[in-house]
C-alpha cells in the first residue's frame, strides 16, 4: 500500500509557497490516492507537518477512510483548508506530508518516507502599518474638579424608552441620584434624528420623570436639585455640525452640506438626501448618535494635597482604610502619581470597587495593556489582553465613544481576535468623533481588513483615513497585493513624501519591482531601504518575493554597497 502511494499519490497546495496573512498562514490541499488502496481491513493516512528550525509541528491529516473522502472522476479525494500560528522563525521552513498504512485491526503501521509539499512562507501581506495607540484617560484633576460631569443616553429610533441592562447609563445615574451632597445643579438636554418628530421632547421628559421619582424614593440627605431640560428638536445645524465632523470624502460631504442649506423643506432635503453617495454612511455612522439625551451635573469639590491622594489610595488599595475616603476623580489622580504599572493597576482597581464608572475601567484596561506589551511569553501576554478586554468592555457599557471603544477594538485586534476587532471598530465609528479620530479609527480598521485578506474593504475604510503616512502605505500594500502594482507605487512615492527615508516603504517598492521584472526599481529602492534600516538586509535575504533574483547583480548590489 505504501509503494502504490508513494508512486501514484497527488498532492496540490494552494497558495505555494505558503503566504503569512495577520497571525495564520492559511492554505487549501487537495490529496488523491489510488481507488485500489480503499480497503476494508486498511486505510491509508496522510499527516502534513510544518518543519521548522530543527522543529515539527503537527497541522492535521488526510484520512482516507469511508466517510472521509469524496470521488472526483473515480479517484479518491480529500479537500481541506488547513492553517498554523505565524511566527518570524518559520519563514524559513517547508511543508511536509508523511503518508503511512495502517491495519485497522491490530494497528500496525508502516510509514512512507516524508516529502515536501511546499517551501517558506511569503511575509508580503504582513507589511502593513498599524497605531492601536490608545493612553490612559489625560489627567485633569485639578482643571476639571470645578467643571460639571455628563452622562449620554442613547435610543432606537422613534423610541424614548431607557436602557435599564447592566453597565447602562441608567446605572450611573442612580449613582449620581443617591449622591449625598448639599446641591446638584442639572441640565437634561435632548436631540433626535432628522427622521423622527418628537422625540427630544419625549426624552426629555421621560429622564426628568425617572430622576425626580428615583430622588424621592432613594434620596435621604435632602439635598436641594435644581433641574434645567433642553431639547433640539429637527436640528439640521446639529446635522451640519456631524458632517462637517465626519470621515465622508470632501465630495461627499459638499454634496450633502449643498442640500441641507438649500431653500426646499425639511422633508424635500431628507428625501434629497437618501439619493446621495453618503446616505449609508448616513444611516450607520450619523443619525445613530443624533438620537441621544445627555445628563449634566454640576459638583464643587475640594482638592487634597497629591501626596495625601497617593497615601491614601495605597491604603485603600491594601483595603487598610474604606474607599470612601476618596471621591473617585481623586482615586483616579492618585493613579498617576506613581510610575509603577502594577502599583497602577492596584489604584484602578480599588477605584473600579468604589466607584464602578467607566474612567476607572478604562484605565484600568489601558494598564493591563501597557503589561501585555511588555510580555514576552505568549500564553501570558494573551491573558492579560484578555483582562484589558474586559475592563475596556465595562468602559464601553458606560461611556459608549469612538475612543473607549477604539482601544476595545485594538485590545481585540492586538489579541488576534479579528472579528471581534471588526465589530468593535465599526461601533466606534458609529458612535462619531472628531475627524481626527475617525480617521485613526477607519486606519487600523482598513489594516485588520488587510490582514485578514479583505482587500476591496480595506481600500474603501482607507477612504474615510484622510492622507497620513499610515494610510498610504496600506493602500498601497492593498493595491499591490491585488497586483495593481502601478497604483500601488504612486501610494508609496507619497508614504514617503510624509516620511522621507522611511525603510518599510522602499522595502515595498523593492517587492514591486521583483514582481513586475523591472530590476532597476528593485536594486534602487532596496539599496534605500538597507541603508535606512540595516535589519532590511536579512529580511531580504530571507524573503522569497527576491527568490529569482539571489544571483543576479541588482540584488546583490544593493545588499552590498
Known amino acids: 500500500m505504501v509503494k502504490v502511494a508513494e508512486k501514484h499519490q497527488k498532492i496540490e497546495v494552494q497558495p505555494s509557497p505558503l503566504v503569512a496573512s495577520g497571525q495564520l498562514v492559511n492554505f487549501d490541499i487537495k490529496g488523491q490516492i489510488p481507488k485500489k488502496l480503499i480497503k ?130 441608567l446605572e450611573v445615574l442612580d449613582k449620581y441620584i443617591a449622591d449625598n451632597v448639599a446641591s446638584q445643579n442639572i441640565t437634561i438636554t435632548a436631540s433626535q434624528a432628522p427622521n423622527e418628530t418628537g422625540m427630544a421632547q419625549a426624552r426629555v421628559k421621560a429622564l426628568e420623570t425617572y430622576y425626580k421619582n428615583q430622588l424621592q424614593i432613594n434620596d435621604y440627605s435632602n439635598k436641594k436639585v435644581n433641574i434645567k431640560t433642553e431639547i433640539e428638536p429637527e436640528n439640521l445645524e446639529l446635522l451640519q455640525q456631524k458632517i462637517q465632523a465626519s470621515a465622508l470624502p470632501k465630495t461627499d460631504k459638499q454634496e450633502v452640506l449643498t442640500i441641507l442649506n438649500s431653500d426646499i423643506s425639511v ?88 466607584t464602578d464608572k467607566w474612567p476607572a475601567y478604562y484605565n484600568l484596561g489601558v494598564v493591563y495593556t501597557e503589561l501585555a506589551r511588555k510580555e514576552y511569553r505568549p500564553k501570558a501576554k494573551q491573558a492579560l489582553l484578555a483582562k484589558a478586554i474586559h475592563n475596556l468592555t465595562f468602559a464601553g457599557f458606560r461611556n459608549p465613544t469612538a475612543k473607549v471603544y477604539y482601544s476595545l477594538a485594538s485590545a481585540y485586534h492586538q489579541r488576534n481576535d479579528f472579528l471581534e476587532a471588526l465589530q ?43 492622507n497620513s503616512y499610515q494610510t498610504n502605505m496600506n493602500l498601497g500594500l492593498s493595491y499591490m497585493l491585488k497586483e495593481n502594482y502601478k497604483g500601488a507605487q504612486e501610494f508609496y512615492t507619497s508614504a514617503l513624501e510624509l516620511k522621507p527615508n522611511d525603510a518599510l516603504a522602499y522595502y515595498s517598492m523593492a517587492i514591486i519591482g521583483a514582481r513586475t521584472q523591472n530590476e532597476q526599481m528593485l536594486e534602487s529602492n532596496l539599496r534605500q531601504a538597507v541603508r535606512a534600516d540595516k535589519s532590511f538586509t536579512q529580511k531580504a535575504i530571507n524573503d522569497l518575493e527576491f527568490s529569482d533574483y539571489r544571483n543576479k547583480a541588482a540584488y546583490k548590489d544593493a545588499l552590498i554597497k
Do not use: C, W
Not at 324 to 346: C, F, G, M, Y
Open 40 to 169: 476494508d481491513r486498511q486505510r491509508y493516512k496522510l499527516d502534513v507537518y510544518y518543519e521548522y528550525d530543527q522543529q515539527r509541528e503537527s497541522i492535521g491529516s488526510l484520512n482516507f477512510e469511508f466517510g472521509e473522502f469524496i470521488y472526483e472522476k473515480g479517484t479518491p479525494t480529500i479537500n481541506r483548508q488547513m492553517s498554523f500560528p505565524y511566527s518570524p522563525k518559520k519563514e524559513e521552513g517547508r511543508l511536509m506530508v508523511q503518508g503511512m498504512a495502517i491495519d485497522n485491526k491490530t494497528g500496525n503501521t508502516k510509514y512512507a518516507a516524508p516529502k515536501q509539499i511546499a517551501v517558506g512562507l511569503n511575509t508580503t501581506p504582513l507589511l502593513l502599518v498599524r497605531n492601536n495607540a490608545y493612553d490612559f484617560i489625560p489627567d485633569t484633576y485639578e482643571e476639571a474638579a470645578e467643571k460639571p460631569a455628563t452622562l449620554t443616553f442613547y435610543f432606537e429610533e422613534d423610541q424614548a424608552k431607557l436602557r435599564n441592562y447592566i453597565g447602562s447609563s
Open 424 to 466: 468593535y471598530y465599526d461601533y466606534a465609528i458609529k458612535l462619531g468623533g472628531s475627524p481626527e479620530e475617525l480617521q485613526y479609527i477607519f486606519a487600523d480598521k482598513a489594516a485588520l481588513e488587510i490582514e485578514i485578506g479583505q482587500y476591496d474593504d480595506a481600500i474603501e475604510s482607507l477612504r474615510y483615513a484622510g
Open 267 to 354: 422633508k424635500e432635503k431628507l428625501k434629497a438626501l437618501e439619493k446621495t453617495n453618503a446616505n449609508d454612511y448616513l444611516k450607520q455612522y450619523v443619525y445613530p448618535v443624533m438620537r441621544t439625551a445627555e445628563v449634566t451635573f454640576n459638583y464643587n469639590r475640594n482638592r487634597k494635597a497629591d501626596y495625601e491622594l497617593y497615601l491614601l489610595a495605597k491604603k485603600i488599595a491594601e483595603e487598610k482604610v474604606p474607599a470612601s475616603v476618596l471621591t473617585e476623580e481623586e482615586l483616579q489622580h492618585a493613579a498617576t502619581l506613581t510610575p509603577l504599572l502594577n502599583e497602577k493597576r492596584k489604584f484602578y482597581e480599588a477605584a473600579v470597587k468604589s
